[in-house]
């Protein structure tokens, strides 16, 4: 969505011309049909999720008036442009509240996943945004209200593995701020003391909300792309020390060295030449690969079974092919 500088005055023109379209679509869903799609709308001045569906109910209702039917979609195709230009003044706002959320642990979802529901919340924001309402406020605060409501809410119900209630989350969320308030060492008394909790619920709060860390997460340091599941120790380390030199080369050293051929010897087949000591050094450890290959021994162990596992499939092709040519 490509965003356009408007004045304050310019939105507020904007939307008060929305809404003329948008009164005079309505007006002309006077059929029982589309009344009664209508009534399900929550009482509020300018809710407009089922004017399309109300649109389409007196489309098929009422044949014989297609003529107000393509006015009104005419009219809600007009005032949705004119609301697409005021939400794309809101990109700035649906990144800035979405990276506040990222700073946030307790939940899984990625950065896109944040703005994509911060769009929703900036596209209702347009539709319900009356600039001539009593008190109104400007529709960069008006927004971030929805943008924070939509992001909030899809972080209570999907950020987390196992969901926990609204009601703790709400209280966390409190219990986050009480603690930016008083500094990061301040105690759970401080704390419940600051919401009007009490200190052990405050303390069980902040158990139950504890940051989860994704495997797939990368390190932060710089230049290192290493994830977490690299850091992970394999069960079997110790065996895979003991077994380095124990491996059958002259079984598999001719197989190997085709497969290599076939892959073009590339660094991760190179490892696994060098693992079985294909290359005259003997058996190495993965230990010594990943200081050689500037890895971590588990990255190392991983990366070898994956090259096993496509050695597999390679030769149960070969195997295949030796019999519909047999």
């Not at 379209?21 to 089922?50: I, S």
């Not at 008190?135 to 809410?153: C, D, N, Q």
């Not at 619920?201 to 860390?213: E, F, G, L, N």
Request: proline content about 2%.
């Amino acid at each position: 969505m490509r965003a356009k500088n408007l004045t304050p005055e310019q939105r507020r023109q904007i939307a008060r011309q929305a809404h003329a379209l948008e009164a005079q679509c309505r007006a002309l869903l006077d059929h029982p049909a589309a009344r009664a799609t209508l009534t399900g709308e929550r009482r509020r001045k300018h809710n407009t999720n089922l004017i399309p569906a109300a649109i389409d109910a007196m489309e098929q209702a009422a044949p014989e008036r297609s003529d107000d039917v393509d006015q009104a979609h005419r009219l809600w195709a007009q005032a949705e442009a004119l609301r697409h230009q005021l939400v794309a003044c809101l990109g700035w706002a649906v990144k800035k509240v979405a990276g506040e959320w990222m700073g946030v642990q307790g939940h899984l979802l990625a950065r896109e996943d944040l703005e994509q529901e911060g769009w929703v919340g900036a596209v209702f924001a347009a539709r319900l945004w009356d600039p001539d309402a009593k008190g109104s406020a400007s529709l960069v605060s008006y927004s971030k209200w929805w943008i924070r409501a939509r992001i909030s809410r899809i972080v209570q119900v999907e950020g987390r593995t196992v969901r926990l209630p609204t009601g703790l989350n709400e209280q966390h969320h409190l219990i986050r701020r009480a603690r930016d308030e008083l500094g990061s060492d301040a105690t759970d008394q401080a704390v419940a003391d600051l919401i009007g909790l009490r200190a052990e619920r405050v303390t069980s709060i902040r158990k139950a909300v504890q940051h989860i860390a994704r495997l797939d997460a990368t390190i932060d340091q710089k230049e290192d792309t290493r994830t977490l599941y690299d850091l992970i120790p394999a069960d079997d380390i110790d065996r895979d020390e003991q077994y380095a030199g124990d491996i059958d080369t002259d079984r598999y050293a001719k197989l190997i060295r085709r497969y290599c051929a076939y892959r073009k010897n590339e660094r991760n087949v190179r490892m696994m030449m060098k693992r079985y000591g294909l290359e005259g050094e003997g058996a190495r450890t993965c230990a010594s690969l990943g200081k050689e290959f500037g890895l971590s021994r588990e990255r190392v162990r991983q990366i070898l079974i994956v090259q096993e596992e496509a050695l597999k499939e390679w030769l149960q092709h070969q195997v295949n092919k030796r019999r519909r040519a047999g």
